[in-house]
């Protein structure tokens, strides 16, 4: 198979730093056929520390890693080292080892890198470049992508409406440009981009193609975002049913399917459900979902105020975008959402990770988030970013009412 060629987002970094937690915390590394016959061939013994009869164990249709008692993978050791990576190398450890936090996603001509962030490295960009590690990358960018066909459709900017690539880069590019903007704060950008791509699904098809597509789609970016920049932007307040839906999502993407959890399978369904009336109602106490996301009253969340420092807005820029250039937030790359309704679910999104941030923030017993919040809820949200239940649903509700904008803009966003 041809090599792919590669693109990296824009001012985005990461290395491995060796830190071991995508190792921890009995995370499912699940196997392909090659990986297992791979890990069966090494040969493990438990003089090695490795327990042969259950390294791999069955999962659904298929088998995973096994986990040590305290929830680490079986090749983990007590000093963090993988036992693969030491004997064997890098290439021996299973695909999804060697692929996180890394994405991959066709992206027309070329394949978008990007990259988790769950991963601390990521969350605060630290390392070399990723543009500057495409080389290295492109084989394994053609073991993510295999099975999948060598042309994939460019994901339609709206429902319905089949695009070719290059239209759709064109409004891919204008939308990063406007979230990238500095002119503003992010709040007010993402709910222009909101109108932009309104305004531009009333425009035909044919003004997308061809020598003026430029121009008309920056005629109708400007139109809208003049009309939205009169809008009164600052004085959004949430309706009770858009908060209870942001709640929903909240809890969708903040819990975290371990295997202690798919060991107590009865008593963990019985937690979620829980869980899911506790976040309906918004009263008494949040469920303790570990890792810094305490048990805490959700009056006490609602006190903690909603900082929009101009750091905050700088990691969620530079996140948004990377799931934007990346085409991580539409097409094969989430749920088979349009741009439209993937930039939407990016608008959710933020509204997630700010509720996330108070949380966080609470149960350190802080009334105003700190960078060590906003990175803590950056990693849970995205951690289910793509593998949780499609917020098609959610979203449709929020745009119907109109209160998709008006939940990014709320500033108090009491439960
Ligand atoms: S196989 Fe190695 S890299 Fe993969 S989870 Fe286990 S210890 Fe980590």
């Known amino acids: 198979m041809k090599l792919p060629s ?29 990986d297992r016959q791979r890990i069966v061939d090494q040969k493990w013994t438990p003089a090695e520390g490795v327990d042969p009869d259950s390294m791999i164990v069955p999962h659904g249709r298929g088998f995973r890693l096994g986990h040590q008692a305290d929830g680490a993978c079986v090749f983990l050791t007590a000093e963090g080292r993988c036992r693969i990576h030491a004997r064997f190398g890098e290439p021996a450890k299973p695909l999804a080892c060697r692929l996180y936090p890394l994405t991959f996603h066709p992206a027309g001509p070329r394949i978008a890198v990007g990259v988790r962030f769950d ?27 295999q099975g999948m066909p060598a042309s994939v459709p460019a994901p339609p900017v709206f429902s319905g409406r089949p695009i070719e690539w290059q239209e759709f880069h064109r409004v891919l590019r204008r939308l990063d440009a406007l979230i990238a903007g500095t002119d503003a704060p992010l709040a007010h950008r993402l709910v222009r981009g909101l109108h932009a791509l309104a305004a ?23 139109q809208a975002l003049t009309a939205a920049a009169a809008s009164t932007l600052d004085n959004a307040n949430s309706s009770l049913m858009s908060r209870i839906l942001l709640r929903q999502q909240v809890l969708e993407l903040a819990r975290r399917t371990t295997v202690r959890n798919l060991e107590q399978p009865q008593r963990y369904r019985w937690f979620l459900l829980k869980a899911a009336f506790q976040f309906l109602t918004g009263t008494g106490r949040t469920p303790d979902l570990g890792e810094g996301f305490g048990s805490v009253p959700f009056r006490t969340v609602n006190r903690v105020a909603d900082s929009r420092t101009g750091e905050f807005d700088a990691l969620l820029t530079r996140y948004l975008r990377v ?14 959402l349009s741009l439209q309704n993937g930039f939407r679910a990016l608008v959710l999104q933020y509204a997630v990770i700010r509720w996330l941030a108070r949380w966080h923030s609470a149960a350190a017993g802080r009334t105003q988030p700190e960078t060590v919040d906003l990175e803590a809820a950056v990693r849970r949200a995205d951690h289910n970013w793509g593998h949780g239940r499609n917020p098609m649903a959610v979203l449709r509700l929020l745009v119907q009412r109109g209160d998709l904008g008006r939940l990014a803009l709320d500033k108090r966003m009491r439960s």
């Not at 824009?10 to 830190?19: D, F, Y």
């Not at 990723?130 to 053609?142: I, M, V």
């Open 119 to 145: 991963c601390p490295s990521a969350v605060q960009n630290r390392g070399a470049a990723l543009s500057a590690q495409l080389e290295p990358l492109r084989h394994l960018a053609t073991s993510a992508l």
């Open 200 to 222: 531009l699904e009333s425009v035909p098809l044919d003004a997308l193609n061809g020598r003026d597509a430029d121009l008309a789609i920056e005629a109708t970016f400007r």
């Open 6 to 34: 590669l693109e990296a987002p824009s001012g985005q970094n990461w290395s491995c730093h060796g830190c071991s937690n995508c190792c921890r915390g009995g995370l499912l590394i699940t196997l392909d056929g090659a």
């Open 323 to 336: 799931k934007l250039q990346t085409v991580s937030c539409c097409g094969v790359g989430f749920h088979g």
